[in-house]
Antibody, heavy 121, light 110 residues
Framework: EVQLLESGGVLVQPGESLRLSCAAS????????MNWVRQAPGKGLEWVSA????????YYADSVKGRFTISRDNSKNTLYLQMNSLRAEDTAVYYC??????????????WGQGTLVTVSS | QTVVTQEPSFSVSPGGTVTLTCGLN?????????PSWYQQTPGQAPRTLIY???TRSSGVPDRFSGSILGNKAALTITGAQADDESDYYC??????????FGGGTKLTVL
């Protein structure tokens, strides 16, 4: 069974940086693209970023482009999201979700349980 | 800018049938966008229901079905049950790494 476990979510001040992690188990990690999706409190889901299985190709939503960086360490079965210049509107639960193939990012299945990032002064 | 549209809310009676839709602010939804559907209950992570328009994810009951209806993707729930009361999101893949979520539909079963 594939399991995804996010971590790293905390309370930070605007302008600060944070790195989220997503530890994967039960799969050959490098064989799958991975995604980050977020959900602001009381709001809908928003796709944030994706990365190919090799890590060689990355994609970003316009709302985070230039501030967030997705990466992965296939030797550690771990996905990362480096978030810089954080804003209040980045406050959300961040989910990682697996893609179906190394270069195919949707559908997203399964999903982790999420980690909460709060950006506030 | 691509906007994926969904009904904000919908209501269905227990045992009834409901069809939720997923459209585009410009153009029609086709199978080329690989529509997928996700169910989310409060405080829980989303669960994949349907992908590639009409393929049910593992373990999803066959009362959930996906299709293209007219110019929209559709999720039909046949024989609605109380625990189907959830938020439902559609996702379209617009190509070139562009994934867009709809705003979600809050389904009430009463």
């Amino acid at each position: 069974e594939v399991q995804l476990l996010e971590s790293g979510g905390v309370l930070v001040q605007p302008g600060e940086s944070l790195r989220l992690s997503c530890a994967a188990s039960g799969l050959t990690f490098s064989s799958y693209a991975m995604n980050w999706v977020r959900q602001a409190p009381g709001k809908g889901l928003e796709w944030v970023s994706a990365i190919s299985g090799s890590g060689g190709t990355t994609y970003y939503a316009d709302s985070v482009k230039g501030r967030f960086t997705i990466s992965r360490d296939n030797s550690k079965n771990t996905l990362y999201l480096q978030m810089n210049s954080l804003r209040a509107e980045d406050t959300a639960v961040y989910y990682c979700a697996k893609g179906p193939r190394p270069t195919t990012i949707t559908p997203l299945d399964p999903w982790g349980q999420g980690t909460l990032v709060t950006v506030s002064s | 800018q691509t906007v994926v549209t969904q009904e904000p809310s919908f209501s269905v009676s227990p045992g009834g049938t409901v069809t939720l839709t997923c459209g585009l602010n410009s153009g029609s939804v086709s199978t080329s966008y690989y529509p997928s559907w996700y169910q989310q209950t409060p405080g829980q992570a989303p669960r994949t229901l349907i992908y590639s328009t009409n393929t049910r994810s593992s373990g999803v009951p066959d009362r959930f079905s996906g299709s293209i209806l007219g110019n929209k993707a559709a999720l039909t729930i046949t024989g609605a049950q109380a625990d189907d009361e959830s938020d439902y999101y559609c996702v379209l893949y617009m190509g070139s790494g562009n994934v867009v979520f709809g705003g979600g539909t809050k389904l009430t079963v009463l």
